[in-house]
């Protein structure tokens, strides 16, 4: 579920990582400042601790599945939002190098779709305020279902908009999110109870592990989180939906192929411009149009020009390259030498 | 899903050695990175221009004598999110494109080869990175690249605690299996019992830990012995890398050797 | 400052759960002895030693290490004078290599890289640990990671070696090489420990500690050849007594 390089452009991936490195140094100066130097082994384990809880599952009732701890919720809950976001960028980073679960150049977007929204959105304006002091209770339960639902669809759509954006993908944007969204709202769910289960145990166990939501029960806080979560939303869907009249007609359309280049340029234009502003390769974008057609073509096609390598020299040379590739490793290799 | 053999694995791998491994780690670092921006920043239906990019996973996985067949399992396990999506873009992008030889195929079939050459290139990059140089010295050499301290001290606390936890966890599954009927996964009650037990004594163990880290004078600041030193292979590696993924990405160099390949034999 | 001396004055200590686990607890220990510490589960001796080096903070009386006593302000200088050898080696070892573990204690009392490493290889080679110098810990053995952990102690020449359950976990070989690096340091030893043949070979001096209170104190023969006494707190007495003829 973590996006890979495959997916996404240097500029989405750029920006994000520009964002999520951002992040990750403010809460590094942030926890520093707190000189709680017992953190230090306390995060060190909690990482290996969500690591590890990922081994065992869980039945989910009422269905013949099972489900296990994403963990971003529970370690807000127990660390705080900084600690905790910095975590998870480190559980999210070690299966990145060492799961290929998840590119390097789209661990910033993983990093921020992952550990942003549960542990500065989810957490504080959804579940700090309504779960209540006493986290074994219905309501603390729901609570936690709620911040974690809330939290996967952002980042979810936070997915959506990144592989649309870097123009990889042909999928369009509102056939994503209808897939995306509800299996998105199942993982909430699941990710929801495990962590009030844990929770609710260890609160009872040892009441001092769980930092008290300090303050009162007002739920302003949370009318704030649901409201971003709603404009994040609103803005993205009614963008979208000014370049198609109906989202699910404009897919249906899409894949018969009638309406494509119409709609297809449409959008692209349109994140074409947005991407020339932002990004730092501007030449390196999605359009493929702009590309320069190499020697020897039949001449520019309309969108999408797919010029450059159908030729015979092209992919001659492609095949040609992959053999001294593959020469080079087998003489690189090292001598067996006897130990 | 064997947690703890995986990253064992990849350690075993990185204690090998080889002249991939004893490059510093902020050369392969900086190439990775400069890897991966070549080659996702190609347009969505170039497919044959990615080819000269193979050398460099294939070269250096060979310098460091790490089996391919690992690398193939590695690629076939990560693939199937990348493929899944993928596989939309033949379905969508429908315009007829010409092959040489007087095929014609949806565009989206090129964008799909397009995105699985992308997906086994930056898979196979980050692997190769990884495998060659190992968490300890990575982690070193990012932080001399500007990675925030505590950063780097959180990833390698959670890499050395992995195995541990993991063990812990292991047995209380294994326990678990021992008394149950069935074979089903545990009810949410006996689930947050038996993670939660796990979570306590996780944070005993941070708590003794912490303890022997002031025992021997901890002040909130981990300092590292730091012995990697920069050479001329390194700076070598690095501009030669660099080199060729830009003259690769400016220049279709399979088209050129092809062209010279057809030529001469005409 | 005399690091050599360590006493400890009607020290008291009850847990924040309630649990009042020394109740009065009082001794002298001199330089260059091997005192072991020895009692029942439960009977206080982990939270003994953790008050030796200012891990733990007495309610009521006070711990001294030559002439300071254990403040929350004298305990950094104090944790240079007594190393502490914790029971679970995983606690302690925590550094991503073997070397970079030992050095950890010398880069943190200031010294340079160098230095530190310089120290650490000497304490590696002191406890026959060279080779796994650039190993990660998990790779080790139980009996390697404890030499490893001594090693890490020793690395900042402390005056005082304190261990909780050394030869816990350690198969013979293990042990038999614990016992004879343990005979070999001249430092102070203070061991709390359930194996009462080490006791035996490795240490002149015993405290019995139960229920928070020394129960008995002397040298290790004449308490441990005791057998009503052994049996009352849940010990017994040792084989290799058992099987010593009276000269």
């Known amino acids: ?320 390259v992959l053999l001294v590739a593959g020469a080079a490793g087998l003489a690189l290799r090292p001598r067996r030498v006897a130990s | 899903m064997a947690h703890g053999g995986t990253v064992q694995r990849m350690d075993e791998l990185a204690a090998l050695e080889s002249p991939a491994h004893r490059l510093d780690a902020r050369a392969k670092a900086v190439v990775t990175f400069a890897f991966l921006v070549a080659v996702m920043s190609f347009p969505r239906h170039e497919v044959v221009a990615l080819a000269p990019y193979v050398l460099y996973p294939v070269a250096l996985l060979s310098l460091g004598g790490i089996p391919a067949r690992w690398i193939l399992k590695k690629l076939l396990v990560a693939a199937p999110f990348a493929l899944f999506i993928g596989l939309f873009n033949p379905l969508l992008d429908r315009q007829p494109v010409a092959l040489p030889g007087g095929l014609f195929v949806a565009a989206g079939w090129l964008s799909f080869a397009s995105i699985l050459a992308r997906f086994a290139l930056t898979v196979s990059a980050a692997l190769a990175l990884v495998a060659c140089t190992g968490m300890d010295r990575l982690c070193a050499g990012l932080e001399r690249l500007g990675l925030p301290r505590a950063f780097a001290v959180q990833l390698l606390f959670l890499h050395r605690y992995l195995f541990v936890i993991s063990d812990e966890a292991r047995r209380m599954r294994y326990g678990l299996a021992l008394r149950t009927a069935d074979g089903r996964a545990p009810s949410l009650r006996v689930y947050g019992s038996l993670l939660g037990h796990l979570l306590l004594r996780s944070m005993d163990r941070a708590q003794r830990i912490y303890g022997a880290m002031l025992a021997r004078g901890f002040d909130g600041e981990i300092r590292i012995l730091g012995t990697a030193r920069w050479t001329a292979r390194d700076a070598l590696f690095t501009t030669g890398w660099l080199a060729f993924f830009a003259a690769a990405r400016f220049w279709n160099l399979p088209e050129f050797a092809g062209r010279l390949l057809t030529g001469e034999l005409r | 400052m005399s690091h050599h001396i360590v006493e400890a004055r009607d020290v008291h200590y009850t847990y924040p759960g309630g649990h009042e686990a020394l109740r009065g607890v009082s001794f002298r220990i001199t330089h260059g002895e091997a005192v072991a510490v020895v009692g029942p589960n439960g009977a206080g001796k982990s939270t003994l030693l953790q008050h030796l080096n200012g891990t733990l903070l007495p309610a009521r009386g006070e711990v001294r290490i030559g002439d300071d006593p254990v403040t929350r302000d004298t305990a950094p200088r104090i944790r240079r004078a007594v190393g502490m050898v914790f029971q679970d080696p995983d606690d302690q070892l925590f550094m991503p290599t073997v070397l970079e573990d030992v050095a950890f204690g010398p880069l943190n009392h200031g010294l340079a890289p160098e230095a530190a490493a310089e120290r650490a290889r000497a304490a590696l080679e002191r406890v026959g640990m060279s080779h796994a110098a650039d190993q990660p810990p998990y790779r080790l053995s139980a009996g390697e990671k404890r030499a490893v952990s001594i090693a890490g102690v020793l690395a900042l020449s402390p005056d005082v070696l304190v261990m909780d359950e050394p030869s816990s976990n350690l198969d013979p070989r293990g042990r038999r090489r614990l016992m004879e690096l343990l005979k070999s340091f001249e430092h102070t030893k203070i061991i709390a420990t359930h194996d009462l043949e080490l006791v035996v070979e490795v240490c002149s001096r015993v405290i019995l500690l139960d229920g928070g209170l020394v129960k008995a104190e002397g040298p290790v023969v004449q308490v441990l050849n005791d057998e009503p006494l052994m049996l009352a707190h849940g010990l017994e007495r040792p084989h290799s007594l058992r099987h010593r003829h009276p000269h």
């Open chain 1, 1 to 320: 579920m973590h996006m890979a390089d495959a997916l996404i452009s240097p500029a989405v991936g750029g920006t994000m990582w520009a964002a999520s490195a951002g992040l990750l140094a403010w809460c590094a100066r942030k926890i520093r400042q707190t000189l709680d130097h017992r953190l230090v082994p306390m995060m060190g384990v909690l990482g290996a601790f969500i690591f590890a809880s990922q081994m065992i599952n869980f039945s989910i009732p009422g269905t013949g599945s099972s489900g296990h701890l994403g963990g971003g919720l529970i370690l807000a809950i127990l660390l705080g939002p900084h600690a905790a976001f910095l975590v998870i960028a480190s559980v999210l980073t070690v299966q990145a190098l060492f799961f290929a679960d998840g590119g390097l150049l789209a661990l910033g977007c993983n990093i921020w779709n992952l550990g942003f929204y549960p542990a500065f959105i989810a957490f504080p304006f959804i579940y700090k305020p309504l779960a209540g002091a006493n986290r074994a209770t219905p309501r603390a339960w729901a609570a936690a279902i709620l911040a974690a639902v809330i939290g996967l669809q952002l980042g979810a759509f936070s997915v959506v908009l990144e592989t649309t954006a870097s123009g990889i993908s042909e999928l369009p944007f509102g056939s994503f999110v209808l897939l995306m969204s509800p299996v998105h709202l199942a993982i909430g769910i699941v990710e929801g109870l495990a962590t009030a289960t844990v929770v609710a145990f260890v609160a009872r166990a040892r009441p001092e592990a769980v930092p008290s939501p300090a303050g009162s029960a007002s739920l302003k806080p949370a009318l704030i989180g649901l409201g971003i979560a709603a404009l994040i939303v609103g803005g993205a869907v009614s963008w979208f939906a000014s370049a198609h009249p109906d989202g699910l007609e404009w897919s249906i359309a899409k894949v018969s192929g009638r309406e494509e280049v119409g709609g297809g340029a449409a959008l692209h234009e349109k994140l074409a411009r947005v991407q020339e502003k932002t990004a730092f390769l501007p030449d390196y974008g999605f359009q493929p149009a702009e590309e320069p057609a190499a020697e020897g073509e039949p001449g520019p096609e309309p969108w999408p020009a797919v010029s450059a390598g159908t030729t015979v020299s092209g992919v001659v040379g492609g095949l040609l």
